[in-house]
């Protein structure tokens, strides 16, 4: 990414944050907002600091290094609160320019050299830090950090190897394995013949030349025998025979013993046959649903879904790991539960998996899958996994990183055939809308109401702009409502609440809560109301408006501006909030 690139997103994001978003909120992986250390005193107001303080450069060296560390790189804009928006959110930077730039290179290991730019923004004076992507790893006080989504994270341990491995262009899965194509067994070959077949519509004419086109040749395999590189060794061959590689447990609960299982070595292709037909067969059959007017055979848990999870812990696991094993737990037909041995890949959390690029921990293993057809390409299969959860009405995946494995649990159940017509419908009248988002959008409006865009791009793990389309998309389509005209916060239109009532999971809200939603829906427009604004809001007269605004300020949700008495009275919002009050916050 280029330096023009860099500015142009720091700048729009700095548009967004003076427009009133939340400068948290406008953050991105590029982007990111601080304020200098030593500017704020123990009760949390700004306070003056020297031009050369110290303190201050060496926080802002090691935010440098975590960006540095980035393939994009990044910028920092300084004198920036990120827990508020609009003008308010500009607090000025203080540092010299000139004295931080040189600072920076000294604290940074190997030195490391950046722009400086100072600009004024609303009377406020800023420093624009352009950081492009380092050549090699860069240190500051010691640590090496990551930039990882919004948030910048110490690396040590197995994430550090990683990281560094992944920099310097180590893929594990490429390297030589000293088995031979002839040590391949006839079964393996078999399954990759058929899968390749299958996603290219034609098998290649040889052994030799499938394993070709997978990419698992040491070398050009120009020899009689060619040796395969690790990932051909793991898919066609007994690859450390001796090693369990995969577990499969069909079980009534966990921690009980199985009724049936599958578990052994390489070649992982003829196990991954072995374990596909248990889960499909045994212990997720399929049962006749009723969906619209046809008939469909569903399982309790999507076959997307049950493929994509068994398929990622193949694909990302670590194999260094070699005394461990994938175990899967298929629990009395309801339930699917994934582990994985290695951790998350370097530069990926919990909260950034549906839409964090696709960063395989084994790259040459992930291409000759994805051309065997058992991988989707790169950047989709979580989010579709989500969707197909949701959509089929059950609990969006459960997806967390314990004691260095990935542990993936899918909560299936009976299929919700009126949410699938639903959905089914949605998509054939607007294909323009994102499953994954409008389907936790919906939902989310079964368990609280109402939405703001905020909130769906914290579920969803999207930007506040990517949440606000989809939910303007939705209200095009007629199944969402603004609160107020432009405001930021929907609920199901009443023809969507008729049609799902029965999966509405919040008790009907009282008067003064609704009251408070509106008084919010109103705000994200306006920066103040008075008495005549919500009588004429709320539909009560002006004596009404005065009671049901003074009680929001007991509650401190609103202020006065000025003088808290007299009819001319008028509020705002205490603080920015990410979230309406919840049914029971007001009394």
Known sequence: ?????????ALAALTAVTSGTRACDAETEQVDFKVELGTRDRGGAHQIISPTHEPAAQALAEEVG????????????????????????????????????ARIHALTSPHYTVDVEEFLELGARLLL??????????????????????????????????????????????????VRLSQATRAGLAS?????????????????????????????????????????????APLDPGIEQLVVLDVPSEGRPSRHSVRGPAPLLELFDEAWAQLTGRSFPETVTVVGAGRRLMRAIPDYALREALINAIMHRDYRLSRSA??????????????????????????????????????????????????????????????????AGHPAPIITERDGEVVVTLRGGRPDAELLVFFDELAARDQSLDGVRTAMAITALFAATPLRAEGLASIAQCTTAEA??????????????????????????EAARERFHSRLQYTPRRALDQHADLVRAYLDS??????????????????????????????????????????????????????????????
Not at 329 to 354: E, W
Not at 355 to 365: C, D, E, H, M
Not at 475 to 490: I, T
Request: proline share 5%; with cysteine; glycine share 10%.
């Open 526 to 587: 306006q920066p103040q109301i008075g008495r005549e604004d919500a009588s004429a809001l709320l539909g009560v007269a002006e004596n009404s408006a005065s009671r049901i605004l003074a009680q929001l300020t007991r509650h401190g949700w609103i202020e006065p501006v000025s003088n808290p008495r007299g009819a001319g009275v008028r509020y705002r919002l205490v603080s920015p909030s990410t979230s309406s009050p919840s049914p029971n916050s007001v009394d």
């Open 1 to 9: 990414m280029s330096a023009h690139r860099r500015r142009n997103l």
């Open 192 to 236: 990759a013949r058929a899968k390749y077949q299958a996603a290219k519509g034609v098998a290649p004419a040889s052994d030799r030349e499938l394993v070709r086109r997978l990419g698992v040749l040491v070398g050009g395999g120009s020899e009689a025998d060619p040796e395969l590189t690790r990932t051909g060794a793991l898919l066609l």
């Open 66 to 101: 975590c960006l540095a560390n980035s393939l994009s790189g990044g910028v920092l804009i300084i004198g920036v609160e990120d827990r508020v928006g609009g003008p308010a959110a500009l607090v000025g930077a203080q540092s010299d320019s000139a004295w931080l730039k």
């Open 326 to 391: 994938i175990t899967v737990h298929a629990i009395n037909g309801m339930t699917l539960k994934v582990s994985s041995p290695g951790g998350f890949v370097s530069g990926l959390s919990a909260d950034r998996l549906i839409t964090a690029p696709s960063t395989p921990r084994n790259p040459a293993l992930a291409a000759a899958m994805r051309v065997l057809g058992l991988a989707e390409r790169e950047g989709v299969g979580i989010d579709i996994m989500y969707e197909q959860m949701i959509r």
């Open 468 to 493: 606000n389309q989809t939910l303007a998309a939705l209200e095009a389509a007629g199944e969402l409502r603004r609160l107020v005209r432009s405001g930021r916060a929907y609920a199901l239109t």
């Open 129 to 178: 830090i352009d950081v492009p992507p380092a050549l090699e790893e860069i240190r500051a006080g010691g640590k090496l950090r990551a930039r990882i989504g919004s948030s910048c994270e110490e690396l040590s341990g197995d994430r550090a190897r990683e990281f560094l491995e992944r920099r310097r262009g180590y893929d594990w899965s490429a390297e030589p394995s000293g």
